[in-house]
């Protein structure tokens, strides 16, 4: 069973930046593909970066530019580094997780950034 925990999480000001943390239990070999989602009070839960097993990167309009993701497969972690945020990326962020050769996907609990203008 994979659990995630994510962290780093909290209040910041527009324009502001904070780095996310998603750590994986067990080894980092299996893992496939590795994603940040978001979900704002009283809206859908909406995806917001992905890294992959070959380490390509994609994000979703709304932060590109301003977020980066990475990894260290070390540490079995993935980041979400957010630059310039604006009030509109106050939300609780999931990280998602596949691994190869399990049809599960795993999410962490979530953590939480707000908007402290």
């Known amino acids: 069973q994979v659990q995630l925990v994510e962290s780093g999480g909290g209040l910041v000001q527009a324009g502001g930046s904070l780095r996310l943390s998603c750590a994986a239990s067990?080894?980092?070999?299996?893992?496939?593909?590795t994603g940040w989602y978001r979900q704002a009070p009283g809206k859908q839960r909406e995806w917001v970066a992905t890294i992959t097993r070959g380490g390509r990167t994609n994000y979703a309009d709304s932060v590109k530019g301003r977020f980066g993701i990475s990894r260290d497969n070390a540490k079995s972690t993935v980041y979400l580094q957010m630059n310039s945020l604006k009030p509109e990326d106050t939300a609780v962020y999931y990280c998602?997780?596949?691994?190869?050769?399990?049809?599960?996907?795993?999410w962490g609990q979530g953590t939480q950034v707000t908007d402290s203008s």
């Open positions: 067990g080894s980092a070999f299996s893992i496939n593909a």
């Open positions: 998602n997780q596949n691994r190869l050769g399990d049809l599960r996907d795993y």
